[in-house]
């Protein structure tokens, strides 16, 4: 989940300051995703899993512009391993501004499916 190499539905991901392909606190990014152009992002949290303590990763994301461009996002991740091998993933995304909202009117809903793929390539790639 925080190798962004294996990311799925993100284009144009790019570390300014160094760094990555794997996302860890304070990592400042930029990806491209939903037809949006490459927002900044900061990565706000980043810990891996422990004898039960879920992992969470957590990161900010803008883009500045005239208020038809605006947004200003949080995605929220919790791991948790599980008994029998098997792993849970909780994840909450919060989005400010116009673009946001008029993604959020489109019937099929493009986020709601693009995070849905998401969440299909971690397990494809968890599956190896």
């Not at 008994?83 to 989005?95: A, H, K, N, S």
Request: charge should be negative; charged fraction near 20%; avoid cysteine.
């Amino acid at each position: 989940m925080t190798d962004t190499s294996e990311w799925e539905g993100v284009a144009d991901i790019s570390f300014p300051e160094g760094g990555g392909p794997v996302l860890k606190d304070g990592l400042v990014f930029r990806f491209g995703t939903f037809g949006f152009p490459p927002l900044a992002a900061l990565v706000t949290e980043s810990q891996a899993p422990a004898d039960g303590v879920p992992g969470r990763l957590s990161w900010t994301a803008k883009q500045d512009g005239a208020p038809t461009e605006k947004l200003d996002v949080l995605h929220a991740w919790l791991v948790e391993d599980l008994p029998g091998g098997r792993v849970r993933i909780l994840t909450q995304e919060t989005q400010i501004g116009r673009p946001a909202a008029a993604l959020a009117d489109e019937r099929p809903n493009p986020m709601l499916n693009g995070h849905q793929a998401w969440l299909d390539g971690l397990i494809s790639a968890a599956l190896g």
